[in-house]
């Protein structure tokens, strides 16, 4: 039987990427690992207890908390706050960026960004969620409180990115900036295992995702890009595969492994986009870079190097497959 390489070992085995990292970075890893054990616990049973349905709370985006959201923010929290590595984080779910103010962690070199349940809605029609983080170095000094230019850099300025998707099954996918590894965790021995080395995104594919009763409401190029996608061309595999689970990480897990192409284009519902640029679209940007894809908001503005103003600002995505990306900025330019 081949051997058995746990996300720990991983990590440890490649901490020589980072060597100022004295295994900070790898501690930073072990607490998110830890909080993505429990919450695989917790949405397998999401149905059998009453951690389903609404908080009745709502959250900074206006959206209608799910009970699990909340439990996932706490989870991540706590588990990011107590390695002492990370002296502050920003989450979807907290209207401010959240300061750790124990001496440990003013003196941690690392700030993280996350959306601790994306897709939660999906929750209690059991489809597939997940969790996106994206790492940071501080700017402020080491020793003093974070502050919000510690969240507000650019894209290209992560130092690891990744997400965790709770699906038919559960699995851990991040880069630290050496290539794309995804670790399908084991529940019977509670080990994420190296199953997807070195994944690289398709260079073209068939597959698109965009939630296309938005159609009417989408700018003339990104319209004439889909009725591109739907025209019968036996040498460009036409017409495409039209694949949207309303999970970004789903959709975005997808077609990293078959190829394809992910659109959440602006609208009038959503002017400037419906995602966040800081811990849904810089992430996976960070991701499909690595996997050898490419993530833009407009044609010729690659995602990681749009300079972000506010925690929770939003941007057009279009991420995937390189050569699906490029036709789709060739439509959208002609069409400006
Ligand atoms: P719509 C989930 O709310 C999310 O942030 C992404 O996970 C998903 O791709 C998108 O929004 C779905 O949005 O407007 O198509 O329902």
């Given at each position: ?100 103010e ?57 130092v ?54 938005n ?54 519902r ?10 849904e ?5 960070y ?21 972000p ?28």
């Amino acid at each position: 039987m081949e051997s058995i390489k746990t996300l720990g070992e991983f990590i440890l085995d490649n901490q020589k990427d980072y060597p100022d990292a004295s295994g900070e970075l790898t501690s930073l890893f072990s607490s998110i690992r830890l909080a993505a054990k429990v919450l695989h616990r917790e949405i397998n049973k999401a149905g059998l207890v009453d951690i389903t349905g609404s908080a009745g709370d709502e959250n900074i985006q206006g959206e209608q908390q799910q009970k699990l959201d909340v439990y996932a923010n706490e989870r991540f929290k706590n588990a990011l706050a107590q390695r002492g590595v990370v002296c502050g984080i920003a989450s979807e779910e907290e209207e401010e960026f959240v300061k750790f103010e124990e001496t440990k962690n003013l003196e941690g070199k690392y700030v993280v960004l996350i959306d601790p349940l994306d897709g939660s809605s999906n929750i209690d029609v059991n489809v597939s969620v997940g969790t996106i983080f994206s790492v940071y170095r501080r700017v402020s000094a080491v020793g003093s409180k974070v502050t919000e230019a510690d969240f507000l850099q650019p894209g290209h300025q992560q130092v690891a990115a990744g997400y965790v998707i709770y699906g038919s099954s559960t699995m851990m996918v991040y880069s630290t900036g050496s290539g794309v590894n995804g670790f399908t965790y084991d529940p019977t021995i509670g080990v994420f295992c190296l199953s997807h080395p070195d994944l690289q995104v398709p260079e073209d594919g068939n597959i698109y995702s965009v939630n296309e009763g938005n159609y009417i409401r989408f700018p003339e190029g990104v319209k004439k890009y889909i009725k591109y996608c739907q025209e019968e061309d036996e040498s460009t595999k036409r017409p495409y595969t039209s694949r949207y689970i309303g999970s970004l990480v789903s959709d975005f897990h997808r077609n990293l492994i078959k190829g394809g192409i992910y659109l959440y284009p602006t609208s009038s519902r959503y002017p400037d986009g419906k995602l966040r640029l800081l811990y849904e679209c810089n992430p996976m940007a960070y991701l499909i870079e690595q996997a050898g894809g490419k993530a833009i908001s407009h044609p010729g503005q690659r995602i990681l190097d749009l300079e972000p103003s506010k925690l929770h600002q939003r941007c057009p995505l279009f991420v995937g497959s390189p050569n699906m990306v490029d036709k789709l900025a060739q439509f959208i330019e002609e069409n400006e």
